[in-house]
């Protein structure tokens, strides 16, 4: 089953690669990997929420959150190379913007990793990090950028 098949399959459609908001590009290929920049949640070019995670904005929010974030990344992938070049993901980097008492930043970029995996399998296995910040662009509560192997 082809990747894109299997994103019909969970009932996801790929939108298209978000436009930098500054002097970067989406996603890089250097050898064979793919390095994406930091995606924020967008859907249909909005926040669907804004703050941090454990005052304005529940655990489970950005969670979802940080699932949109790896849609978007994999959109960047997929302007680039292509999803079905994709071989394996490598590692997941989030950044939670989060209120000092916060300290269930895994669990959010869970959101992220739960999807990848569902997407592509044993191939979505990755290493990564889950890292708490003061402030995100936009005041979103999430970024996440990926790195994957690609043919």
């Not at 940080?66 to 989030?94: E, F, H, I, Q, T």
């Amino acid at each position: 089953m082809s990747v894109k098949d299997r994103l019909k399959e969970l009932g996801v459609e790929l939108p298209p690669a978000t436009t930098p908001a500054g002097a970067y590009i989406p996603a890089l290929r250097s050898g064979n990997l793919v390095y994406t920049s930091g995606q924020l949640p967008l859907v249909e070019g909005k926040l669907p929420r804004r703050g941090k995670v454990g005052a304005e904005v529940s655990l489970d929010d950005a969670k979802t959150d940080a699932r949109m974030c790896a849609v978007n990344a994999l959109a960047a992938v997929d302007a680039l190379v292509g999803l079905d070049a994709v071989v394996r993901v490598v590692k997941v980097v989030g950044f939670v913007a989060s209120d000092p008492s916060f300290t269930s930043q895994p669990e959010v970029v869970n959101g992220a990793s739960e999807f990848l995996g569902e997407v592509f399998g044993e191939a979505g296995q990755h290493a990564r990090s889950a890292v708490g910040v003061a402030v995100l662009p936009r005041d979103t509560p999430v970024e996440v950028e990926i790195i994957v192997e690609v043919a």
